[in-house]
């Protein structure tokens, strides 16, 4: 029963993390096939990092027994494999993307690939571990996935914005890998004072995707791109309201 409930809550959560960004995003509707497209690549990205971390990190590299160091490089590949895996197929396909223009956008396609990439995840774990290690999944992943990458997208969508090339995301994607690899070393390590460290990451990480979703609304709202203020778009409908009226043009419902 509490393995039942467990599977529950993990799907519970992916769903309203996923519901308090479109919720909350005052700009354009996206396009709900865009939306399944992400989340879609997301779970691809899982396959295929799930196929490299078996093919090149070797599974003895990753128990508490192995050396630190030796356990930290191993760490460092999944960090890599994973975060290029859930951000760079989708980052391919939406880049140039039209309706993939306001700073709220990077953040919530993003976060939607990595709840794609990490539910499944999280679910297996559950159900190949047993009761125990999905409670410890719990407290530890649940936004661990969507977090990092919905804030790598951010940044990416800051670049688009300001006309930069794609390619000045890579520091921000760097620091990322660099997070998710101290974040799993802790978690194996089997080290009570680097499992904190690893706590204090993922609560770290997805207070950062809450906070800078804030801002990422800020910013659209200060560029007109937002419902807010200057009603550039329709909250009903989703269209534009390019004289910025409180009632839409298209619908007639308050902007």
Partial sequence: ??????????????????????????????????LWLAAGLGLLGSLLAAWLENRFIPIRDLLPSAPHATLLLASLSVGIFE???????????????????????????????????????????TVEFGAKAGLV??????????????????????????????????????????IHSLYDFGLVSGVAVYGAMSLLITLGVSIGLFVTFQRANERDQSLGISTVGHNAFCRSCGLPNPRHHLYCVHCGKNA
């Avoid at 519970?12 to 996206?30: N, P, Q, S, T």
């Avoid at 649940?142 to 914005?161: D, E, M, N, R, S």
Wanted: glycine share 10%.
């Fill in 1 to 34: 029963m509490l393995l039942f409930i467990l599977l529950l809550i993990f799907v519970g959560m992916a769903i309203g993390l996923a519901w308090f960004l479109l919720d909350r995003d005052h700009g354009e509707k996206e396009p709900v096939g865009a």
């Fill in 137 to 178: 999944r719990l407290f530890m992943t649940p936004f661990f996935h969507a977090a990092t990458t919905g804030l790598i997208g951010y940044f990416l969508i800051k670049q688009k914005l300001a006309g930069l090339s794609p390619i000045s995301v890579l520091p921000a994607l760097v620091f990322i890998i660099i």
């Fill in 83 to 125: 975060e290029i895996c859930k951000f760079l197929p989708l980052a391919a396909v939406l880049y140039r993307k039209p309706y993939f223009n306001e700073h709220t956008d990077g953040i919530i396609y993003f976060a939607l690939a990595g709840l794609g990439f990490g539910l499944p995840e999280n679910l297996l774990y």
